[in-house]
């Protein structure tokens, strides 16, 4: 077996750029500009958060874990949980504590290359240290198990990994590997393209070293996640390719189809010139381009200021008894925040009234603040994600 990092080569399009790839960047770019147009930077922050939510579920779900995002979201808020439920959901809090702090290094430009060590190491690490210890261990198939140390790749010494039908590089050997991987995929960084493309092919070429005995997968997503930040087409949070990646385009086995796709070992001397297949990178970076501009695409839909606002406002009048309520719950989500003495200004009517407006609305749970007194923001309850996001976590269409 190769052993010398030239075995993950190609690493991405380094002398030309395949036409769809850079046509698909560029729809990309275009797309992920617009997602939360009109939003206003608090309310979109309180979308950001809900995807987040989302993006762990579908993490998760690609790991063959269920998670309830009611169980999510009780995690998350440091609530009591039922046994049956308890590991999973703390295992998706974990995954939500990780990427808030990504987002939250990007806004403050603090964030590592997202392919370097340091950063793969720091999310591995970061990760395993809110995971239950139920996920600490790794059970081996001879029956024998060992913890897993938060942050420490493979190294000399550890057990061989197998992953279905691929051997990765040994484990003393991932250190250079990963040296290579880094490298490559900063040169690969240089370009507003060359950003986006490589997503794709990192995504894969990091599963393919598999440098953690476990957590590869989501440390793989959460990279990917940090890369499209870096690219400038994170769309303020609001899109998810876990989502993406777990449904696929067209039936939900076809994550896995291509990653398998692009192990394949070169085809022939038209097939490039590295030790896998130039032909399969390709196929399977079309394929991850392509699952991103259809969340994103979806994503723009579900978080369209028009019919969000129409959405929310026909939930309100449907559930609360002031046909006040509705106006309301638009001026927060076009203002993001609201002091409560402006609500009557707003509804145009007494203190008194605006005042019993508002309680009705923060007491369903439509509205929300840090205090009695500070202004209002939008929430958005749990039992009426689906109504407000169709979709999100299910299958149904968008209402006219």
Known sequence: MLETPGRIEPCFFEEHIPAELADLSVD????????????HPDSAAELADLVRVMNCYYSNLIEGHNTRPRDIEKALAGAELEDETRPLALEARAHVIVQRAIDEMHRNGTMPVPTSVEFLTWVHQSFYDEMPEEFRVIEHP????EPIVPGRMRQQGDSEVSVGRHNPPSSARVATFMEHFDKRFQIAARSAS???????????????????????????????????????IGGQGLWSISRGLARGLQDRGEYKRMMDLADSPRRGDRDGRGNLSEAALKTFSAWFLNVSLDQITFSAKLFDLAGLDKRYRRLVADTIDDKRAPDLISAVLRHGMLDRGDAQVVLKTSERTSRNTLKKLTTAGYLTSAS???????????????????NLFADADLPE
């Open 142 to 145: 001879n029956g024998t198990s």
């Open 194 to 232: 060359g950003r986006i493309i490589a997503i794709a092919s990192a995504h894969h070429r990091l599963n393919y070293i598999h440098p953690f005995p476990d957590g590869n997968g989501r440390v793989s997503r959460l990279m990917s996640h940090a890369m499209a930040l870096n690219a400038g």
């Open 372 to 390: 009695p007194k500070t202004p209002v923001r939008l929430a958005f309850p749990l039992d009426y994600r689906e109504r407000l996001f169709p």
């Open 28 to 39: 990309i770019q275009r797309e992920a500009s617009g997602l939360g147009q009109g939003l």
